[in-house]
């Protein structure tokens, strides 16, 4: 019987490839010797692509504890081939085999006792310790979300007693960052959906013959609600992510350390400039963002509902009360400061791997976002009669 | 002696090899080659592109001009398939180990065993952890994050998984930075072993001189976008040019080639 393989053609027409020379086994029977003859290289490479067939075969004949293996004619072997036979006789050395010298350590190393892994250990209480450790990881956020807020202030209030020390430069780039670019995004969302949301309530306040409302409706809702939670959207996904991954590779690469023993204090330096500045920022997005959706809004209106562009101005301050515009860019402060501070609590809470970099920055937009509409559904029951008629 | 045999014996052949970064020329017309069976150790001032070559040994960068040829197969001019044959006949020990910092020492070993797809994993298993015991690691540590570790440790499990794949061709990056003298001693002792064990060919960056001394057959040296000097250890010793001088007549280069000479003798 023999599994003799012939050497692939295609491989060795290839001049610059070494050929590949299969491993071989053989059984030989020559009267009351049955010898096992290995061959070639075993070597994982090799191996690699038979090894399942092969370790069957191995099995098969390992069975018979007699058996001559006679791995003289194995020219090269590494510890994947070893273990492969190794494994095959059973986790012990063949009785009857003669191997080159040169092979000999390659076995005397496997015959070592190896430690085994722990195994991951079962327990019936498992769920009740993830609740448990999930608990008390929601209590770790809350004090550890506190402790930042009460650093800041305190951190705050120094600034303001010595305003020279104020990190001028960080918060003008944060403006910059958070504000400035995120202009363009907030334009082109503002502008659909102000020309959406203008395009669907014509349709509906045309069978009404209540033409003249779409002023108040689109005035009301952009400038109170849809203005700021989109933007707030748009630069918790944008700024809030860059805040959490900046702040997790600085702690991976030990840059947070690196400032802590020169003796500056992460709070003023890094993250007091990222909650100002996305404080300053906010309304200003908003506002800009508000306004552009308040142009599509117009544009809509003109195309739909053939409202003069002049009509829409002259009516909307007459239509939507000031309180309104001042609710939502003081919403739109407490936006800034709340997706600023959940950044970089992810941000400081990263611990020094990938997974977690990619985890933190996660859960921090999706907090993040979350915690917007929240408080912007506690806005919208405290201040239920603020600017409306 | 045919040419085919001569190209058998050598596993690295670097030819005609420029690199250029805009303005800056690193590598000017840099030819090189690597036996089998040797340990080959580059050496250089910083900044004198010893990194970029290793790089560019394992297909990691590109020249800007010139072959680099792994195994016979040109890592250039070949196609995909071809190079990623040859890849799996190489391990890399990165500078600080590069081990996925989101798997555990067990997996980050069983990593290249399990992207092959054939090896069933009870063998992995005992691979990996007779890996781990080449290394000197316990089985114990396999459940560890690599943030758990020491510098040493993850060096050694960096080995562990460079040599996963039994690989014929070893590329160390500065095998003993940031280890303690003691612990480095001991890497290149374990590294010494695991060459002669497995017939290991091994080309290596490095500034340690104990290091460059106790494994190297031979150096070069990499000085103003040259090589200036390759041979056996006791030929580039003599070379008198400039930076040679400096490298190893300097205090710590004349200690480290007098505790070696001493050795020697006894």
């Given at each position: 019987m023999?599994?003799?393989?012939?050497?692939?053609?295609?491989?060795?027409?290839?001049?610059?490839?070494?050929?590949?020379?299969?491993?071989?086994?053989r059984q030989v029977t020559a009267g009351a010797d049955d010898r096992l003859e290995l061959s070639g290289p075993w070597i994982l490479r090799a191996l690699e692509e038979r090894l399942a067939d092969l370790s069957r075969q191995l099995a098969e004949y390992a069975r018979d504890a007699n058996r001559h293996w006679d791995l003289t004619g194995v020219t090269r072997l590494d510890h994947a081939g070893a273990m492969l036979l190794w494994r095959a006789w059973g986790g012990q050395r063949a009785a009857h085999l003669t191997l080159r010298p040169e092979h000999e350590a390659l076995f005397s190393g496997l015959s070592v006792h190896r430690q085994r892994l722990p195994g991951p250990a079962r327990d019936w209480r498992e769920p009740l310790v993830v609740l448990g450790e999930q608990v008390v990881g929601f209590r770790d956020h809350v004090l550890q979300f506190v402790r930042l807020v009460g650093q800041i202030v305190i951190d705050g209030s120094r600034l303001l007693r010595h305003p020279g020390e104020a990190p001028a430069r960080e918060i003008s780039a944060g403006i910059y960052r958070a504000g400035a670019q995120a202009l363009a995004i907030t334009a082109l969302v503002g502008f659909l959906v102000g020309i959406v949301l203008s395009y669907l309530s014509a349709q509906?306040?045309?069978?009404?013959?209540?033409?003249?409302?779409?002023?108040?409706?689109?005035?009301?809702?952009?400038?109170?609600?849809?203005?700021?939670?989109?933007?707030?959207?748009?630069?918790?996904?944008?700024?809030?992510?860059?805040?959490?991954?900046?702040?997790?590779v600085m702690r991976v690469t030990e840059e947070l350390d690196a400032m802590t023993v020169m003796g500056i204090p992460h709070t003023t330096r890094l993250i007091l400039p990222k909650v100002i500045s996305l404080a300053i920022s906010m309304p200003l997005v908003v506002a800009w963002t508000c306004t552009v959706a308040l142009i599509g809004g117009m544009i809509a209106a003109q195309w739909e509902l053939g409202i003069p562009y002049s009509l829409f101005l002259q009516r909307l301050p007459e239509a939507v009360p000031i309180a309104n515009l001042w609710l939502g860019l003081g919403k739109s402060v407490v936006f800034g400061?709340?997706?600023?501070?959940?950044?970089?609590?992810?941000?400081?809470?990263?611990?020094?791997?990938?997974?977690?970099?990619?985890?933190?920055?996660?859960?921090?937009?999706?907090?993040?976002?979350?915690?917007?509409?929240?408080?912007?559904?506690?806005?919208?029951?405290?201040?239920?009669d603020v600017g409306t008629f | 002696m045919s040419e085919d045999v001569a190209a058998k014996r050598c596993l690295i052949e670097v030819?005609?090899?420029?690199?250029?970064?805009?303005?800056?020329?690193?590598?000017?017309?840099?030819?090189?080659?690597?036996?089998?069976?040797?340990?080959?150790?580059?050496?250089?001032?910083?900044?004198?592109?010893?990194t970029t070559l290793l790089r560019q040994m394992m297909g990691l960068e590109t020249p800007s001009a010139g072959e680099v040829k792994v195994f016979g197969v040109s890592l250039q001019h070949s196609d995909a398939d071809e190079v990623q044959r040859i890849r799996n006949r190489w391990g890399v020990l990165f500078q600080q180990g590069a081990l996925f910092s989101a798997l555990t020492v067990y997996d980050n070993i069983a990593l290249p065993l399990r992207e092959l797809g054939t090896v069933d994993e009870d063998l992995i298993r005992e691979l990996v952890l007779l890996k781990l015991q080449m290394v000197g690691i316990e089985g114990a540590h396999g459940a560890k994050m690599p943030s758990d570790l020491s510098g040493g440790m993850v060096k050694r499990v960096a080995l562990a998984r460079a040599l996963a794949l039994e690989p014929e061709l070893l590329?160390?990056?500065?095998?003993?930075?940031?280890?303690?003298?003691?612990?480095?001693?001991?890497?290149?002792?374990?590294?010494?072993?695991?060459?002669?064990?497995?017939?290991?060919?091994?080309?290596?960056?490095?500034?340690?001189?104990?290091?460059?001394?106790?494994?190297?057959?031979?150096?070069?040296?990499l000085c103003d976008q040259h090589i200036v000097a390759i041979g056996p250890l006791a030929e580039v010793v003599k070379n008198s040019h400039r930076f040679i001088c400096n490298f190893f007549q300097g205090e710590r280069g004349k200690r480290a080639l007098t505790a070696v000479h001493e050795a020697l003798v006894r």
């Open positions: 023999s599994f003799d393989t012939p050497v692939h053609a295609g491989r060795m027409s290839q001049p610059n490839t070494t050929p590949r020379l299969e491993p071989q086994l509906q306040l045309k069978t009404f013959g209540a033409d003249i409302f779409i002023i108040n409706l689109l005035g009301v809702s952009i400038i109170r609600e849809l203005g700021p939670v989109l933007a707030a959207m748009l630069v918790a996904g944008r700024s809030g992510s860059s805040m959490t991954a900046q702040l997790g400061l709340l997706i600023a501070l959940i950044a970089c609590h992810f941000g400081l809470r990263i611990e020094p791997n990938t997974e977690s970099l990619g985890s933190g920055t996660t859960d921090s937009v999706v907090t993040a976002i979350t915690m917007v509409i929240i408080v912007d559904a506690a806005f919208a029951v405290m201040f239920s | 030819n005609n090899l420029w690199t250029r970064f805009g303005d800056h020329i690193v590598h000017k017309d840099v030819s090189l080659s690597v036996d089998r069976g040797e340990v080959l150790s580059l050496v250089g001032g910083s900044g004198s592109g010893k590329f160390l990056d500065e095998p003993t930075a940031g280890l303690d003298p003691d612990r480095s001693e001991s890497f290149v002792s374990l590294i010494e072993d695991l060459r002669r064990e497995l017939e290991l060919t091994v080309v290596m960056v490095t500034h340690d001189l104990d290091t460059l001394i106790s494994l190297s057959n031979r150096v070069a040296v």
